[in-house]
């Protein structure tokens, strides 16, 4: 079974402050997603990637930066946090081959105050 | 662009009961459809996929076809448990960015026992 893992699981900052959320997967996965949970919206795709410094844009890329700086490794980045960024995070990759299945990691759960 | 439509934002059923989630969807590109599962404190996990129309996907019981003429796909299962109680998405993928999918916005199953 395909693994991502997330850290960290929980992160409460104030407004204006930088955070980094981490992701890595150990599946030799070219692809790799960043997410956003919010309750009445389900998933919306932030950032994603298809290898080692590459980055594409999402559905709602306002206030977010993202780096892949590996194959394995995946951040996303808010760096002047807001309080509409308080959200449930997912990471996520996929062999990218044409529809083929995300796998998630369990989710980084942010709060800004 | 792509948009996926799912109506049922929560579902209460009975152990045993059937269940039927429907969901709409609006492409240009030949679709693939799948259906998303998400437990508590988990990420989303694939259940089913479907890249044929009025061609069934099956898996854990759960069922799964799409109507091109009517743009609507749906999951079906006949006789839930306990153990189904979660949140489903329905998810479109890009025919031609195979790699990005849509989602839902979610429909919470609670069963009871």
């Known amino acids: 079974e395909a693994a991502v893992t997330q850290s960290p699981r929980n992160k409460v900052t104030v407004t204006g402050g930088n955070v980094t959320l981490s992701c890595r997967q150990t599946n030799s996965h070219n692809y790799m997603y960043w997410y956003r949970q919010d309750t009445g919206h389900g998933l919306r795709l932030i950032h994603y990637?298809?290898?080692?410094?590459?980055?594409q844009i999402g559905d709602v890329p306002d206030g977010y930066k993202a780096t892949r700086t590996t194959q394995e490794d995946f951040f996303l980045l808010l760096e002047l946090a807001s309080p509409s960024q308080t959200s449930l995070y997912f990471c996520?990759?996929?062999?990218?081959?044409?529809?083929?299945?995300?796998?998630f990691g369990h989710g980084t759960k942010l709060s800004v105050l | 662009g792509d948009s996926v439509t799912q109506m049922q934002g929560q579902v209460t059923l009975s152990e045993d009961d059937f269940l039927f989630i429907n969901c709409t969807y609006s492409?240009?590109?030949?679709?693939?459809l799948f259906w998303y599962v998400q437990y508590p404190g988990e990420g989303p996990q694939l259940l089913l996929k479907v890249t044929t129309a009025n061609n069934k996907g099956i898996s854990r019981g759960f069922e799964a076809t799409y109507d091109k003429g009517t743009t609507s796909f749906h999951l079906q299962k006949a006789s839930v448990q306990e153990s189904d109680s979660a949140v489903y998405y329905c998810?479109?993928?890009?025919?031609?960015?195979?790699?990005?999918?849509?989602f839902g916005t979610g429909t919470s199953l609670l069963v009871d026992p």
């Open positions: 998810v479109l993928g890009e025919g031609n960015m195979g790699y990005k999918l849509t």
């Open positions: 492409t240009t590109w030949y679709p693939t």
């Open positions: 990637s298809y290898g080692a410094g590459n980055l």
């Open positions: 996520a990759s996929s062999s990218g081959q044409g529809n083929e299945r995300l796998f």
